[in-house]
């Protein structure tokens, strides 16, 4: 059973490799629970990086400046919430002619975003109605991304495809 000083260090380590992760001046140690060189010398600078005294040793002044600069790390650096917008009930729902609401004005703010795949969607209006230029606008994506059914509706396949294709599309680097 780990002893209560094995547990503070293996914490210790594990707020230094997060911070070292996204600060490449501090060496991210091994979580081990021992103190060791390695430890020591992350210690040291992540003092550093926060004006501390750079003894190597986690005083209590190290330890609330480094929880305080761990916890701002997860927050900074923390992927998206999902959000879900598609519904799901009933079972097997489809979007189509007649709905409306915010799904339908999600679904054609994702295919107004993705027009400049889908040459043939002239620009889609986001009124929440699902109108016959949503319905060919869902048709021009399904055909550009070969879906099986090209009918103009939107399942659970085709607003993952969406999702999926707007993501990669916002996950991409500024230079590209």
Not at 5 to 12: D, E, F, G, P, S
Not at 167 to 172: G, H, T
């Amino acid at each position: 059973m780990p002893t209560t000083k094995t547990i503070a260090v293996r914490n210790l380590q594990t707020y230094l490799r997060q911070l070292a992760y996204h600060d490449p001046t501090i060496p991210p140690p091994r979580i081990t629970g021992f103190f060791d060189g390695a430890t020591r010398l992350a210690v040291r600078a992540f003092q550093r990086r926060a004006g501390l005294p750079e003894s190597g040793t986690a005083t209590r002044e190290t330890w609330d400046a480094l929880y305080t600069a761990y916890r701002a790390s997860l927050t900074e650096n923390a992927l998206p919430v999902r959000v879900s917008v598609f519904p799901v009930y009933p079972p097997g729902c489809r979007l189509g002619p007649g709905c409306a609401g915010f799904p339908v004005a999600v679904l054609q703010y994702l295919l107004a975003e993705l027009q400049y795949e889908t040459a043939e969607t002239p620009g889609l209006e986001i009124t929440g109605t699902y109108d016959e230029a949503t319905a060919a606008a869902v048709r021009a994506f399904q055909k550009c991304c070969g879906s099986a059914e090209c009918d103009g509706t939107v399942d659970l396949a085709t607003w993952n495809a969406l999702a999926d294709r707007y993501n990669a599309l916002c996950e991409r680097p500024p230079s590209e």
